[in-house]
């Protein structure tokens, strides 16, 4: 349908996972795509998997984490592509670890990936954007909408990735950038980093059925269920959509 043709997009986070599934889908879709990640063995084959496709894209080496890699990182992008339309922050990590259990070295780095790295790259986003207009998209996560006591690192990043959108949203529409700037929080979904959850686990096959429970549908999501809402909110369908929350999590949160 070529719902995002001509636009160029940033995809951190795009070597596996939901990142993966975006960058592929974005691509099918129209947009040329700067696959942005520190794996880039992985990064390159999606790539790869673009332009086998027919689309365009390149990789992108970056650490969300620091101010120059994302210097960098927009510098490839304008010089490849010539501009920058749609902005998706997905690169996080999970932690497990409660108030207590949580070391502030711990605490500090998931922050530094999960928060720190989407506020660099909206900011970087909206530098290369406030001409001409855009999309950012920033992935949060149910646990952005509520507690869990074995995730305070992980619901702090994820809740300070929800407000602070709010106000880049506001920011933007209010100094007339036509940049929109909007949250998406999945819910559980069997990616690498949810199956790392389950390493350890002696009996992996039980610990997903626990995870399955949780959401009232019955199952897991899957990378492309959240790779449609993040497709959606990159497209001028929804031109009318600014700090929002786009909530796709099976209906965990609507318990």
């Known amino acids: 349908m070529a719902r995002v043709s001509g636009k160029?997009?940033?995809v951190t986070g795009a070597s596996l996972g939901i990142g993966r599934a975006t960058a592929l889908l974005l691509a099918r879709e129209g947009a040329k795509v700067a696959v942005a990640d520190l794996k880039e063995d992985e990064g390159r084959a999606v790539v790869s998997e673009i332009e086998a496709a027919g689309g365009e894209a390149l990789f992108v080496p970056l650490d969300v984490s620091r101010e120059d890699d994302w210097t960098r990182a927009i510098a490839?992008?304008?010089?490849?592509?010539?501009?920058?339309?749609?902005a998706v922050?997905?690169?996080?990590?999970?932690?497990?670890?409660?108030?207590?259990?949580?070391?502030?070295?711990d605490?500090?780095?998931?922050?530094?990936?999960?928060?720190?790295?989407?506020?660099?790259?909206?900011?970087?986003?909206?530098?290369?954007?406030?001409?001409?207009?855009?999309?950012?998209?920033?992935?949060?996560?149910?646990?952005?909408?509520?507690?869990?006591?074995t995730l305070a690192?992980?619901?702090?990043?994820?809740?300070?990735?929800?407000?602070?959108?709010k106000s880049a949203a506001l920011h933007c529409a209010r100094s007339g950038y036509r940049i929109r700037v909007n949250s998406v929080h999945p819910g559980y979904i069997w990616t690498p980093m949810v199956q790392g959850l389950t390493a350890e686990t002696p009996d992996q096959a039980a610990f997903r059925a626990r995870l399955e429970a949780l959401h009232p549908v019955g199952h897991l999501g899957e990378a492309n269920d959240i790779a449609f809402g993040i497709l959606y909110l990159a497209s001028d369908e929804s031109k009318f959509m600014t700090g929002s929350e786009l909530v796709i999590d099976g209906g965990y949160t609507a318990q």
């Open 8 to 10: 160029v997009a940033i």
């Open 107 to 149: 605490w500090r780095r998931v922050q530094s990936i999960n928060l720190d790295g989407v506020f660099l790259g909206t900011k970087a986003a909206v530098a290369a954007m406030k001409d001409h207009g855009g999309s950012i998209i920033n992935l949060s996560s149910i646990e952005g909408l509520v507690g869990d006591p």
């Open 76 to 86: 490839t992008v304008l010089a490849r592509f010539g501009r920058l339309d749609i």
């Open 153 to 165: 690192a992980y619901n702090a990043s994820k809740g300070g990735v929800r407000l602070f959108t």
């Open 89 to 105: 922050n997905n690169a996080g990590i999970a932690w497990s670890g409660t108030v207590e259990t949580t070391s502030l070295d």
